[in-house]
């Protein structure tokens, strides 16, 4: 079991969600769904928010990966995006348009946002 959330880069951006850069529709690259969050290190929202990305990553392990984007590292990746306040999260489904929410949830929303959006399980 890997416990450590994977922050991505541009590069592993394009390569494990979506390749912006050479596909226009939305296509999405990874083998399970996944949430990603974007952060910055300043962010005090974002700061309560960890934690509970954290446990969320050994909950679902093996079933969607949580990864983190740092948008002061990776601006492109926020303004491809439409990042305007952190923390946002992205939560990519296999099937059909990735859906964002902004702003520091709360445990049992981000868990309601995972089984109803990436494990379609209502």
């Known amino acids: 079991m890997k416990n450590k959330m994977e922050h991505l880069t541009k590069e592993t951006f394009l390569e494990k969600v979506f390749n912006f850069e050479t596909n226009e529709e939305w296509k ?6 996944c949430l990603i969050d974007f952060y910055a290190d300043w962010c005090g ?3 309560m928010v960890a934690p509970i990305l954290e446990e969320l990553s050994k909950e679902y392990d093996g079933k969607i990966n949580i990864y983190k984007v740092d948008t002061e590292a990776e601006q492109e990746l926020a303004a491809a995006f439409g990042i305007r306040s952190i923390p946002s999260m992205l939560f990519c489904p296999m099937d059909g348009k990735p859906q964002m929410a902004a702003g520091a949830l709360p445990k049992q929303a981000l868990k309601d946002a995972i089984n109803d959006v990436l494990l379609l399980t209502n």
């Open 45 to 47: 929202p974002c700061k």
């Open 28 to 33: 999405y690259e990874g083998k399970i769904p």
